[in-house]
């Protein structure tokens, strides 16, 4: 055997030890188990299931693209650490892309052909997520043209490219490669085995969902199509299918970015929001709101009006969990604003959501960067801990600046309060027909957070609204939202905030809060609004 003949058999045995070598390791016991849809919600192991999360969109690129896949390729201590940044500050579930058609990190970079060293590298991601107690939500393809999307995909079948023609990639009769190659691609990613970890995609909890394609839509074919997405509905319900064909055991999302006329957010680009998430194979809805871009100029209480009528419209329009899949702010204070956003998303008991992004140290910035050490993401942390609370039965450790409170009150917290103050309000209350209240709760055991609805149903405009009303058990208010609630004893008294003071005829004030209790949790029998009874809703 020739010298160049024996070398390179050596470097093929080399690699061949390398990768058997690779130990096999088990998932964090904190990613066990597959989430799935109970209803309007997520649920794992039996209990409701929220979460806090955040795009990072390239740490598929962490590396050199080139010669040893462990060593060279990818940058696995960048990955572990950029993981325990996310983690450290609250992060569950990482929404990140699985696609590229480039030479530099592609997944597949020419038609059926499927880097090996590039699908190694997202193994570890995987496995170093898990590792961390983060789930995933990989993106198989993107609309736009980033890393090649799929214009690319169109090439490839010898058509048109850029937005004008991206409808054909839908449209099976216009490109039925397309198609072919969207599902080529499904099945060689759901059935690879990590060689970390032994599993195959399609068997790893650690994968939270699958989400189709990162904003589709199908646009400029009729107004019919722009407004009903009926084509877009039915590359939806294949693809989606065929994914639950391979995978029993995840969800799978559509990467909505939510526009249309209706919602007075972009316009109605064939990719309705209810039409298309409506699809039986589809288990959760998203939405992607960047409110201060110029076409958008949304103020911060329009912003969550916006979000209320998805959330409104996912839940009981569609029937399912809400993922607000991206959002953030720029040229505003970032911090008062997702510090409504968030509290928002705990009033309206939204499911889940990932802001626009989180880029590591190394990596490079622009007017959406949150890198570690912002100030926003104090705000973040203390709405995943809220999140986390809720989820699975946990009592919550602390989820604002307030003291944080142990997984049962204290016998001085419930001795603190005296039975006198539970005394109801002073005179009956004049009963006032033109305001309603709804008190929904959601309760763990222990702890509970609870969702007020003030309802103006009279002709008139309320002005500088408070609600008042008494527990009937040993409640303790933690935290509220969108008003300032104080509580003496059993007596609790809600102020409007000054965005939310005058509620019009017809509308509503909406706001929350957080707390503990022992013995029953029962909804308060009364409540005032500026010292009339009003109806319960």
């Not at 003949?5 to 597959?34: D, K």
């Not at 896949?69 to 201590?77: G, L, S, V, Y």
């Not at 960048?78 to 990190?105: K, P, Q, S, Y």
Request: proline fraction near 4%; hydrophobic fraction near 40%.
């Amino acid at each position: 055997m020739k010298a160049p003949a024996r070398l390179a058999l050596a470097a093929v045995f080399a690699v061949l030890i390398a990768v058997v070598a690779v130990p096999l390791v088990r998932a964090s016991a904190a990613t066990a188990g597959f989430v799935s849809r109970c209803g309007i919600h997520f649920c794992l192991g039996g209990h409701t299931y929220y979460f806090a999360g955040a795009n990072v969109y390239d740490t598929f690129t962490y590396g050199g693209s080139y010669g040893d896949t462990e060593t060279q390729w990818m940058d696995k201590a960048r990955i572990d650490n950029h993981m325990a940044e996310m983690a450290a500050d609250g992060v569950t579930v990482l929404r990140t892309w699985m696609f590229d058609h480039e030479a530099w990190h592609g997944f597949e970079p020419s038609k059926g052909v499927y880097s090996e060293q590039q699908f190694a590298e997202f193994d570890y991601i995987l496995y170093s997520a898990a590792q961390h107690n983060i789930r995933v939500i990989p993106v198989f393809e993107n609309y736009w043209e980033a890393y090649g999307g799929i214009d690319t995909r169109l090439s490839w079948e010898g058509l048109a490219t850029g937005q004008a023609n991206r409808w054909r990639f839908f449209n099976q009769a216009a490109c039925p490669g397309c198609f072919t190659q969207y599902q080529n691609y499904v099945s060689y990613a759901l059935n690879r085995t990590n060689h970390y970890t032994g599993v195959k995609y399609k068997d790893d909890p650690a994968v939270f969902a699958w989400e189709l394609m990162n904003e589709p839509r199908y646009e400029g074919q009729g107004a019919a199509e722009n407004v009903n997405g009926t084509t877009l509905r039915k590359w939806v319900d294949t693809m989606a299918a065929y994914i639950k064909g391979i995978d029993g055991n995840h969800m799978v999302d559509a990467g909505l970015e939510g526009h249309g006329t209706k919602y007075g957010f972009g316009g109605d680009e064939g990719n309705p929001f209810v039409a298309i998430q409506q699809s039986p194979y589809i288990d959760f809805t998203s939405a992607h709101p960047y409110p201060n871009e110029g076409w958008a100029n949304l103020t911060l209480a329009q912003t969550n009006t916006l979000i209320n009528a998805w959330i409104a419209d996912s839940h009981t329009v569609v029937g399912k969990p809400f993922f607000l899949g991206e959002f953030n702010t720029q040229g505003v204070d970032r911090s008062t604003w997702w510090t409504s956003i968030y509290n928002n998303l705990q009033a309206q008991d939204a499911d889940g959501s990932a802001f626009w992004w989180y880029p590591d140290g190394q990596a490079g910035g622009d007017n959406y960067s949150v890198k570690k050490g912002a100030p926003e993401l104090s705000v973040f942390k203390a709405h995943s801990a809220f999140m986390v609370a809720k989820s699975g039965g946990n009592p919550p450790t602390s989820t604002s600046a307030s003291p944080s409170r142990s997984s049962s009150p204290s016998a001085s917290a419930s001795a603190s309060r005296s039975p006198s103050a539970s005394a109801s309000p002073s005179s009956s209350p004049s009963t006032n027909a033109a305001c309603k209240v709804g008190y929904t709760l959601n309760d763990w055991g222990g702890g509970f957070t609870a969702n007020v609805t003030v309802t103006n149903a009279g002709t008139a405009p309320i002005t500088g609204w408070t609600l008042k009303w008494t527990f009937a058990g040993n409640q303790t208010i933690g935290n509220a939202w969108n008003a300032t609630v104080t509580q003496s004893g059993q007596a609790v008294t809600a102020a409007a905030m000054s965005y939310n003071s005058t509620i019009p005829a017809g509308g509503n004030a909406q706001f929350g809060f957080q707390g503990t209790y022992s013995g029953t949790n029962a909804v308060p029998a009364q409540f005032t609004l500026n010292g009339a009874a009003c109806a319960r809703a």
